[in-house]
């Protein structure tokens, strides 16, 4: 019998390289470096966009360019970082080594004004100012003490100038290493917009019912509103949590009226540069009913990309009937870069339950939050929140 299976495989090996069949050796996509990430799904954007009837795939191609680019500018922004803690040390370095000089500087010029005001320059004028060969000896000697001192002095501020010399030329190469660093991050920048762009212009085609799209987002709305964890906990009452540490710019207020929403802002944005990625905490304490977690489309974009109804990667939370009114709260996170908390967990009040982003239908940066009282949407803003 073994034999019949070892006589199979050769047969079947030979038919394979007899028809000219070649069995692909598997990708590891995690061992890929950034750039070869980039390159890789810039290849796969070109292949997309020879086929006319392919919007589809070149969506896709364009989200996987997206996200390959934004691992570069990440990288980027790294190794900026990394250099300018390392001009930060050489700097702290170059100011100690200053600082000792000065005070070597300054005993130096005390020496000098010494020697001048007291006039034992020679070994002449020490024996004309000694009243005997034996007062000759001692002046002498303690001569040459101040001058070995002298010489002392004089090496340690030679060699603090080299030190700081050598501290300035590194310096200089970690600035030109910086500034090529932040050519090609512009690059990267300059491209992820264009990209971003053009996504949109493919998104705007795939998605040309702007009805349908609301009617989504009605529909995950009405989810989010009569969802429930069916779960004995009870919300304690009092302050809010303020969702997102150190960020209270609102950029859309309860029903906003701008271009994008048209009065049917169910909640409030939280944004403000330097938001992207920060923490989402969760407002009280609670059991997680709903988690959309699978959005991948984590740059602003003016139409639905047709996750999570429209919130993109979003958290909902139950806090479950208040003893003071007996009214049930929730609040929703939503449009978050990613959700760190799965369904049906148990939080507590400030625990982190995920990252700011721009997932679903979201035009920048910031976190859509939603305040639900027995099923209704309430406005944010006339909650009380602890910061």
């Keep these: 019998m073994k034999s019949k299976i ?23 996509v995690g061992a890929l470096t950034p750039q070869e990430k980039y390159n890789a799904a810039q290849k796969a954007l070109n292949d997309a966009k020879k086929k006319k009837d392919a919007q589809n795939q070149i969506k896709k191609a364009l989200d996987d360019k997206i996200n390959a680019t934004q691992e570069l500018i990440d990288d980027c922004n ?15 370095q170059i100011d100690a080594k200053k600082a000792e000089m000065e005070a070597d500087n300054e005993q130096f010029r005390k020496r000098i004004r010494s020697i001048y005001m007291t006039g034992t320059q020679s070994n002449i004028q020490i024996l004309l100012g000694a009243e005997d060969f034996s007062d000759y000896l001692v002046l002498a000697e303690m001569t040459s003490n101040l001058a070995a001192k002298d010489n002392q002095l004089i090496e340690r501020i030679n060699d603090a100038i080299k030190i700081i010399e050598d501290e300035q030329a590194d310096i200089k190469k970690l600035l030109d290493e910086q500034k090529k660093e932040k050519k090609e ?5 300059q491209d992820l917009k264009k990209d971003v762009a053009e996504v949109n212009s493919v998104i705007k085609g795939l998605n040309n019912d ?26 304690a009452g009092g302050n809010f949590l303020w969702p997102v540490a150190g960020h209270y710019y609102i950029s859309a ?3 906003s009226n701008d271009s994008v929403h048209n009065g049917n802002h169910k909640g409030i944005d939280i944004a403000g540069g330097g938001i992207a990625g920060k923490p989402v905490r969760a407002a009280a304490d609670g059991k997680v009913y709903i988690v959309s977690n699978n959005c991948t489309h984590n740059y602003g974009k003016n139409y639905s990309c047709g ?42 009040r400030g625990q982190i339950i995920g990252y700011v982003g721009t997932t ?6 910031h976190l859509h939050f939603e305040v639900i009282v027995n099923g209704v949407k309430k406005n944010p803003a006339n909650f009380a929140y602890d910061r």
């Design 6 to 28: 070892i006589k199979f495989i050769a047969a079947f090996l030979c038919a394979i390289v007899i028809s000219g069949v070649v069995v692909p050796e598997p990708i590891n």
């Design 78 to 92: 790294a190794k900026i970082s990394n250099l300018n803690s390392k001009i930060s040390a050489k700097q702290a």
């Design 185 to 189: 991050l512009d690059g990267y920048q």
């Design 210 to 235: 702007i009805a349908k799209a609301q009617k989504d987002m009605n529909e995950a709305a009405e989810k989010i509103n009569q969802g429930s964890s069916n779960s004995n906990i009870s919300f």
């Design 253 to 255: 207020g309860w029903q």
């Design 307 to 348: 996750c999570g109804g429209g919130y993109g990667n979003y958290v909902a939370i139950d806090h479950g009937p208040s003893a003071k009114d007996g009214k049930t709260y929730k609040t929703l996170y939503a449009h978050m870069k990613k959700a760190a908390v799965s369904n049906g967990a148990y939080v507590k």
């Design 360 to 365: 679903g239908w979201s035009t920048g940066n």
